[in-house]
């Protein structure tokens, strides 16, 4: 866990954004269609934090113990203090928006991409469990998200709006479409979600496919050794039963040409 730097991804972030097809420019102008805005970087109420993403997404977030959130730093690149590891967190992630979508959906979204950012609450929805949700709280006086509660009931019939973090190329899970209820310990109970198996099906029905392919005529030999191997016991087996046929029959033969004779007295 940490506590993200501000200031860093102010200092990160664009220094200019350009607006293509702008609808009130001068149609005089070649470039009357383009807006084009000086990013200021600063802390107050006129920074647009919607411009954060694109920092996040091609820096990561450090700790504040790197770069303090008191001012912004002169390089983004490095610690304030040199003793203190530089090292970003989520490189690579976007923030994804979602509107709509029903209590199913969400619980989809949590287990896709984690924490759940809903739209006009500061509340952060990180899980459920049984018939409630579990939230991470906004402390009093700016103190951060440092507690969580599990006792807002779920509205299966509420329809939710808000935001996610999110990385293509890092995709925890595959298509989820079903829904089942376990029994875990102490007697709880926890929604999860099954995952939908026809893909990876595929995938595992293809790559068996790809090696049979390249692998035919080894299968070809052992299919081959395994019969030949099976007709050679067979004719041994074959062959120790004639054998013994044979000299059984040739026993009983020589026992049918002996005299009968009977003992005693002349």
């Given amino acids: 866990d940490i506590y993200p730097s501000l200031t860093q991804l102010i200092k990160s972030g664009p220094q200019t954004v350009i607006t293509v097809n702008y609808p009130y ?44 959130n008191t001012a912004i730093p002169q390089d983004a690149s490095k610690c304030v203090d040199a003793n203190v590891v530089y090292k970003s967190y989520l490189k690579g992630f976007k923030e994804g928006y979602f509107y709509d979508i029903d209590t199913l959906t969400l ?28 939230k991470a709280q906004y402390g009093f006086y700016d ?26 190329e890092n995709y925890p899970v595959d298509v989820i479409d079903e829904e089942e209820e ?46 030949g191997g099976y007709i050679l016991i067979a004719s041994i087996v074959t062959t120790i039963f004639l054998v013994y046929k044979h000299k059984y029959n040739k026993k009983a033969s020589i026992e049918q040409e002996i005299p009968l004779t009977q003992s005693g007295p002349n």
Avoid: M
């Fill in 107 to 134: 619980k989809k979204l949590l287990i896709r991409t984690g924490v759940v950012r809903l739209a006009n609450i500061s509340d952060l929805i990180i899980g459920w469990q049984g018939n409630n949700w579990i």
């Fill in 182 to 227: 376990v029994i875990i310990d102490e007697g709880q109970h926890e929604v999860v979600d099954e995952q939908d198996s026809g893909k990876k099906i595929d995938e595992i029905v293809k790559s068996v496919g790809d090696w049979f392919e390249k692998n035919w005529k080894l299968i070809v030999y052992i299919v081959a050794g395994v019969v």
């Fill in 143 to 168: 103190s951060g998200y440092n507690s969580w509660s599990d006792y807002d009931e779920i509205d299966e019939n509420e329809l939710y709006t808000g935001s996610v973090l999110f990385n293509l």
């Fill in 25 to 68: 420019g001068d149609p005089s102008d070649p470039d009357g269609d383009k807006l084009e805005e000086e990013i200021e970087f600063q802390c107050g109420y006129w920074y647009d934090s919607n411009i954060l993403q694109y920092s996040l997404h091609k820096n990561g977030v450090v700790n504040k113990s790197c770069i303090p």
